[in-house]
Each structure stands twice: as structure tokens, then as C-alpha cells.
């Protein structure tokens, strides 16, 4: 399996930006797709994440109604819309795939992308 990210750039506080994962390779039914964000200097952590068959959600309570992610299955493709950014959200962005129950574990994660880069200026 591979992902490859995009849509990371420069933008102001307020702003919004989508962020893409294109996969290429084999993804179970009940694989679970996900962001995961890592500011420098920290750890990657939990964004959101979506149930590749069914499209069951989970989300960071930091990113809770203003980020939405979505699927794709047609286009093998994950998205990440994120509302009304705030500089904290500055980090680079990843996506992951995992065969895990629980989303929210960073190690559950099989394969990552190389990530993009979101700043938000204040």
C-alpha cells in the first residue's frame, strides 16, 4: 500500500484548506483510513478518521465540527476539509491505514504517507 498526500500550503487563521490521500495498492472493507498531525518538536498525534467500507467517523475533540473527512472508494482517495484554521493546526499532515478496531492508536498504523505541510499564520 502506498499514500501520497497533498494540498498542504501557507495559509491564514480563519482559513479553509483540504488536504488529499491518494492510495494506491489493496484496502480491506474494514480498513480505517486517518489523519494524524505532528507539530514540530512533538509527537503524531490522532486527527480523524474514516471506516473505508462503511464511512463510520472519529475525530480529535481539538478538530471536532470544523474538520471533515471523507472517502472516495471510485477514486481510491481519503479527504481531510479543514474550517477556520487556527495556528496550532501548523504540523506536518499524515495519513495512515490500519486494520485496528481503534483508530486513535498511533501504532495500529501499517503504512504512512510522507505527509504535507500545513502553516497557519496568525
Known amino acids: 500500500v502506498q499514500l501520497v498526500e497533498s494540498g498542504g500550503r501557507m495559509v491564514q487563521a480563519g482559513d479553509s484548506l483540504r488536504l488529499s490521500c491518494d492510495i494506491s495498492?489493496?484496502?480491506?472493507?474494514?480498513?480505517?483510513m486517518a489523519w494524524f498531525r505532528q507539530a514540530p518538536g512533538t509527537e503524531r498525534v490522532f486527527v480523524a478518521s474514516?471506516?473505508?467500507?462503511?464511512?463510520?467517523?472519529a475525530y480529535a475533540d481539538s478538530v471536532q465540527g470544523r474538520f471533515t473527512i471523507s472517502r472516495d472508494n471510485a477514486k481510491n482517495t481519503v479527504y481531510l476539509d479543514m474550517n477556520d484554521l487556527k495556528p496550532e493546526a501548523t504540523a506536518v499532515y499524515y495519513c495512515?491505514?490500519?486494520?485496528?478496531?481503534?483508530?486513535?492508536?498511533?501504532?495500529?498504523?501499517?503504512?504512512w504517507g510522507q505527509g504535507t505541510q500545513v502553516t497557519v499564520s496568525s
Open positions: 495512515g491505514v490500519s486494520n485496528a478496531l481503534n483508530p486513535r492508536i498511533r501504532a495500529a498504523y501499517s503504512y
Open positions: 495498492g489493496r484496502i480491506f472493507s474494514s480498513s480505517q
Open positions: 474514516i471506516t473505508w467500507s462503511y464511512g463510520g467517523t
